[in-house]
């Protein structure tokens, strides 16, 4: 069975041009996440989709990041205009039943 | 202001003794822990976990032990080995009304097991 698979594995780009992330979450799981990693702190949780919907998006830093997840399946995560302070590792982890989340390989996004 | 706490940021351990790994914990809605290992430019790596119903979780050399009372749970790693040495996050999630189970996360801790 394969894993959460993300892409790109490292994106560099300079400030206010837009990016986008990929995750594909294992087959069959209908609940995904994306966390974000800043240099030097905790792992953070930033929203959650059951299938197509937003479940929580508490932890979206502001309106610069859109996050979809058409048909259910893959997610994006957008951001844009990119800005100094969005760099960092951003993960996507993918859960069923129960609690246990599995994690993708991250995608690093350093923004000059 | 940080409710999961791992407050040692590395340890050192000789290969074959145990490793004890520390996880505080200041939300009393937590009802499960996870322990994930990370190796550099990977994703967490799920490793074990607790329900908060339970005080003990074994799995082959691994065993976390969670004291509620106190709030903190401890992963044990015996003997430990060096493909062993990663850095591990400790996280703790609760079903909330919207059945989030969002992950709560530790700042992790590296473990250094030395042949």
């Known amino acids: 069975e394969a894993g959460v698979t993300q892409f790109p594995s490292h994106s560099v780009i300079e400030k206010g041009q837009t990016v986008t992330l990929r995750c594909d979450p294992i087959?069959?799981?209908?609940?995904l996440y994306w966390y974000r990693r800043v240099m030097g702190k905790e792992i953070k949780f930033l929203l959650h989709f059951v299938k197509e919907s937003k479940q929580d998006e508490s932890g979206m830093p502001n309106n610069r990041f859109l996050a979809e997840r058409t048909g259910g399946t893959y997610s994006t995560l957008k951001v844009q205009p990119a800005e100094l302070e969005d760099s960092g590792v951003y993960f996507c982890?993918?859960?069923?039943?129960?609690?246990?989340?599995?994690f993708g390989p991250g995608t690093r996004l350093t923004v000059l | 202001d940080q409710q999961v706490k791992q407050n040692s940021p590395s340890l050192s351990v000789q290969e074959g003794r145990i490793s004890i790994l520390n996880c505080d914990y200041t939300n009393s809605m937590f009802d499960y822990f996870l322990w994930y290992k990370k190796y550099p430019a990977e994703g967490p790596t799920f490793l074990i976990s607790?329900?908060?119903?339970?005080d003990k979780n074994e799995d082959g050399r691994f065993t976390v032990f969670l004291n509620k009372s106190a709030k903190h749970l401890s992963l044990h790693i015996v003997p430990s080995q060096p493909g062993d040495s990663a850095v591990y996050f400790c996280?703790?999630?609760?079903?909330?009304?919207?059945?989030?189970?969002?992950?709560?996360f530790g700042k992790g801790t590296k473990l250094s097991v030395i042949p």
């Open positions: 087959s069959g799981h209908d609940n």
């Open positions: 996280a703790a999630s609760t079903n909330s009304g919207a059945g989030s189970y969002q992950l709560t």
């Open positions: 607790i329900s908060s119903i339970k």
């Open positions: 982890a993918s859960r069923q039943a129960g609690p246990t989340q599995y």
